[in-house]
């Protein structure tokens, strides 16, 4: 059974920093595309970056320039560095394997950001 577990939320002002990270149990990284998504109060939740197997990259445009998506792959685990944060960052993120429909999520992590 996968496990994913999300650590790095917290508040911080606007324009400031925060890293997540998510670690996994198993033999993840070797078959799994990573993920991280978000979701907004009121808001569904949506994708903010993912990472490929290969190593590729793809960001919302939102997060476009700002947010970068990272793996090590002998720890098992997955970065999400987010820089130059916005009030509209706000929300809980998620670490997801395989995708949204059928993968598996972690628990979530809280991403305050006050202006």
């Known amino acids: 059974q996968v496990q994913l577990v999300e650590s790095g939320g917290g508040s911080v002002q606007a324009g400031g920093s925060l890293r997540l990270s998510c670690a996994a149990s198993?033999?993840?990284?070797?078959?799994?595309?990573m993920g991280w998504y978000r979701q907004a109060p009121g808001k569904q939740r949506e994708l903010v970056a993912v990472i490929f197997i290969g190593g590729g990259t793809d960001y919302a445009d939102s997060v476009k320039g700002r947010f970068t998506i990272s793996r090590d792959n002998a720890k098992n685990t997955v970065y999400l560095q987010m820089n130059s944060l916005k009030p509209e960052d706000i929300g809980v993120y998620y670490c997801?394997?395989?995708?949204?429909?059928?993968?598996?999520w972690g628990q979530g992590t809280q991403v305050i950001v006050s202006s």
């Open positions: 997801n394997a395989g995708g949204p429909r059928f993968g598996t």
């Open positions: 198993g033999s993840i990284f070797s078959t799994n595309t």
